[in-house]
């Protein structure tokens, strides 16, 4: 078992390591007068992880909000 979850590791390495290579055009983002120039497995890491924490926060505001219902 500890055999595969090594496998299984390098192998998911090895996939971020290609998207990161496949990925590396820069790209400019500006708002209003803000501009930054990152490459675009940056960026979509970045997406990713705010997806991740806004799709998590609106989960726990949900499940407080259906609590605090069945309480009253």
Do not use: C, H, P
Request: aromatic share 14%.
């Amino acid at each position: 078992m500890n055999i595969i979850k090594k496998i299984l590791f390098f192998l998911i390495i090895a996939f971020i390591g290609v998207f990161i290579f496949q990925n590396l055009n820069s790209i400019n983002i500006r708002f209003i007068t803000w501009e930054l120039k990152i490459t675009q497995s940056v960026l979509i890491v970045i997406v990713y992880i705010l997806g991740m924490l806004s799709g998590g926060l609106l989960f726990s505001i949900l499940k407080k909000l259906w609590s605090d219902q069945k309480k009253d």
